[in-house]
């Protein structure tokens, strides 16, 4: 199983990344998937999850402003971040998860920096 995510950058106030992590190793339409972040200094946060029908969910925190999307076909899932703060500065992993707040696999990580 491999998880590869990409696409983050720094950014100001306002602005937008999307994200992109690109699975392989495992049948990636029979998954569930997330994405967590991890601010300095702090431990991990849920932000977003997509189950296998295509439902999404999303912490409180980026509610309207995060989209969560896969693309089965390329297996890739996705995180366009728009209207970025400052406090989503962090470092984003896709994971998969087996239960409430447990994964058996995550990426590398992608490091989103929002500042003036």
């Known amino acids: 199983v491999q998880l590869v995510e990409s696409g983050g950058g720094m950014v100001q106030p306002g602005g937008s990344l999307r994200l992109s992590c690109a699975a392989s190793g495992f049948t990636f339409s029979n998954y569930g998937m997330n994405w967590v972040r991890q601010a300095p200094g702090k431990g991990p946060e849920w932000v977003s999850s997509?189950?296998?029908?295509?439902?999404?969910y999303y912490a409180d925190s980026v509610k309207g402003r995060f989209i969560i999307a896969r693309d089965n076909a390329k297996n890739t899932l996705y995180l366009q971040m728009n209207s970025l703060k400052p406090e989503d500065t962090a470092l984003y992993y896709c994971a998969r998860p087996v239960g409430t707040g447990q994964y058996d696999y995550w990426g590398q990580g992608t490091q989103v920096t929002v500042s003036s």
């Open positions: 997509i189950n296998t029908y295509g439902s999404t």
